[in-house]
């Protein structure tokens, strides 16, 4: 289903070029502040700890609009003016071209699953620039910004994310796009900020491609249903499993997925039914972000110590399928519970090690997976049960001991 703001965007999109009239358009100077203030927004509601979705942000500029003018139609000519005026300076400067971008109404190497990080940056930025004695900077709209706060902000969002050698590599590279050498005094060196701020994207993809590679099993195996994205349910019940040190609550987990999730139709093209789902893409930026899911995790929960230990078990898990796929399906038949996703695993296993090229390391992701939520489901299920029976003993225990004090007395 489009909202407002989608239905606007797609219809103008539509249209022949030559109804897009440059004399509609905002001129640049005006096109980039207001950019400046929908990012600005955007800031106020990543420092109030109100999640900036990775999605669609012309769904939220539209919304901005609604507030600000108060009339839907004067809201809707001054969308119609930013996205005009979009499409005609989409190329004038890198600020322009990313949001167009992020807006979807151009293409390029930055998608919409982009923005989230594009405002950590920003706010970082911010954070960073005016905590310190120095003076005030207004990092959005300001063209530059001091180096010295440029390698606090990059060195707070990405060096944990990256190896001493790459956090290295990745400085001398800062270094040369912003013309720092042995003759530059850092410490009065100012730093372009559109030139930053691209440097920053590209490291973010950058660093998604390498988490594409260690994720790209995970999805499929908490995919249970291979619909190719991530419900709610999914993504809950993995997360614990594989995160069960994270400290966070299950509220905190389910506004972490519609941070990331979007509404995806299913069934047949007329059909209105909608779900909220993590596509492959966002999934990536999630586990991104949030340093979620990552290659010692994975290997924990696998009882593994290298790649290689997979293959090993998942082939010989393969030899001995039939028996442990009975042991599986008797204990699953002896849950108190829903069991349709640990079925579907199974059933997934079971597809997955009788094709031509199994994915071995899938398939023993999934296989703990079932072992491990079994094992969960069937504590909490005795613990259900025993605990009305010794409540119940205790009860009698007190009634007894009643009994007694009042025939002592």
Request: hydrophobic share 35%; glycine share 4%; with cysteine.
């Amino acid at each position: 289903k489009l909202t407002q703001g989608q239905k606007i965007r797609v219809k103008l999109l539509s249209l022949p070029p030559t109804c897009l009239k440059k004399k509609f358009s905002l001129t640049k100077p005006l096109l980039l502040e207001s950019i400046d203030q929908i990012y600005k927004e955007l800031i106020n509601m990543a420092k109030n700890n109100l999640p900036v979705s990775n999605q669609m942000l012309c769904c939220f500029v539209y919304e901005h609009y609604l507030k600000r003018f108060g009339f839907k139609n004067v809201a809707e000519e001054k969308f119609l003016q930013l996205l005009v005026s979009c499409y005609h300076w989409k190329t004038a400067t890198p600020k322009i071209s990313c949001f167009c971008q992020f807006m979807q109404m151009s293409s390029g190497r930055y998608s919409p699953s982009n923005l989230g990080w594009y405002i950590t940056v920003l706010e970082t930025l911010e954070s960073k620039t005016n905590s310190s004695n120095g003076p005030t900077f207004d990092v959005v709209s300001s063209p530059t910004i001091p180096y010295s706060r440029v390698i606090e902000c990059a060195r707070h969002l990405l060096e944990e994310k990256l190896t001493p050698i790459k956090w290295t590599e990745v400085q001398k590279n800062l270094d040369a796009i912003c013309g720092i050498d042995a003759s530059t005094n850092p410490r009065h060196a100012m730093v372009p900020t559109e030139k930053f701020m691209i440097f920053m994207l590209d490291q973010y993809e950058e660093l998604k491609d390498r988490t594409k590679e260690q994720i790209l099993d995970l999805f499929g195996v908490i995919d249970v249903d291979q619909s190719n994205f991530i419900e709610l349910d999914e993504f809950l019940s993995f997360s614990k499993l594989i995160e069960s040190d994270l400290s966070v609550s299950e509220e905190e987990l389910k506004t972490l997925f519609f941070r990331f999730a979007q509404q995806i139709a299913i069934g047949s093209d007329n059909s209105d039914e909608v779900v909220d789902g993590i596509t492959f893409e966002n999934f990536v930026a999630l586990c991104f972000e949030r340093q979620m899911f990552t290659t010692p995790k994975q290997l924990e929960f696998l009882r593994i110590t290298s790649h290689e230990e997979c293959e090993e078990k998942a082939t010989a898990l393969s030899v001995d399928w039939e028996r442990k796929k009975s042991d599986l399906l008797d204990q699953v038949d002896g849950l108190n519970v829903d069991t349709f996703k640990l079925q579907g695993h199974i059933d997934n296993i079971d597809s997955e090690i009788s094709s031509p090229n199994p994915n071995k390391k899938g398939i023993w992701f999934a296989y703990r997976l079932v072992e491990d939520e079994i094992r969960r489901v069937s504590v909490d299920q005795v613990i259900d049960e025993c605990i009305p029976t010794r409540l119940h003993g205790l009860v009698d225990f007190v009634q007894n001991l009643e009994k007694t004090h009042h025939a002592f007395l």
